[in-house]
């Protein structure tokens, strides 16, 4: 898809307990997903790239320049923090325009661009209010917009969405995906949830104590994770040991299977001893002899209840330990 690497990392940062090291290129006009739990490093490399940290060794460079000894308002970087960080004193339109004022752009030029980005972020409405009289939903969309708006060549979303309640998480999270393709601008987003990762990426980068454990398109990772860290790191359910890999007729050794390998209605008999309703799907702890597996159905037998599965081990992913 991508031809290039536009955005080039070769980084190490030391604190006291904690390392930093890895080399990572993003391409042009790619949303990148740093994706990892906390304290995996993912804010800092931000900091890093951004300028708000200095690297003990290396570099970033973008289109072949060197941006390691630029301050960071050199840099042309868009930032978000999770905070939003907004202006409390200054109205909506204000807050957008304040990156246009500090750049000098022109009066006509500035106004064109906040009228555009009020429209796009739906915020005309609230244009001369102030932040605290916004939603939290509201708040975002204009610390986005504030990012935005000097056409930063490279923009960083640091868990964008993680101080929203999960209603106003979903529906902002189609509207965040939505506005990065429309602006085109290669943006790396920091976030811990794998969902989120998926549906905004273009490729995801798992990071783990410091170091990169896996990078790939999100089918790709979700499908082909590298060990079992990864896979049960994607939510990953049914992973067998070695014990119960043999168990079920694969190869001793670790194996993840896949949910397309399972589904009711087969030759393996088991019974039912969890049925977990999510509303819209249920899910089901089957065991099978040795064996304790999960699926998902629209509806599924009580607990307790014997069943037989389908089990189609074809779809079981051999696994680093």
Known sequence: MFNGGVLELALEKHFPGFRLALDLAVQEGEVLALLGPSGSGKSTLLKLIAGL???DRGFVRFRGQDLTPLPPERRRVGFLFQDYALFPHLTVAENIAFGLVEARWPGKEREARVKELLERMELTPHAQKRPQELSGGEQQRVALARALAPRPRLLLLDEPLGALDLRLREELLFFLRRTLRAEGVTTLVVTHDQGEAFLLAHRVALLRQGRLVQVGLPEEVYARPKDLWTARFLGHKNL????????????????????KALRLGGEHPGVVEERLFFGNRVGLWVRLGKVRLYLEALEGPPEGAQVHLHLDLSQAVPLEG
């Open 53 to 55: 940290l200095s690297p």
């Open 240 to 259: 067998l040991s070695p014990e119960e890999s043999q168990a079920l007729g694969l190869p001793a050794k670790p194996h993840l299977l896949l949910p």
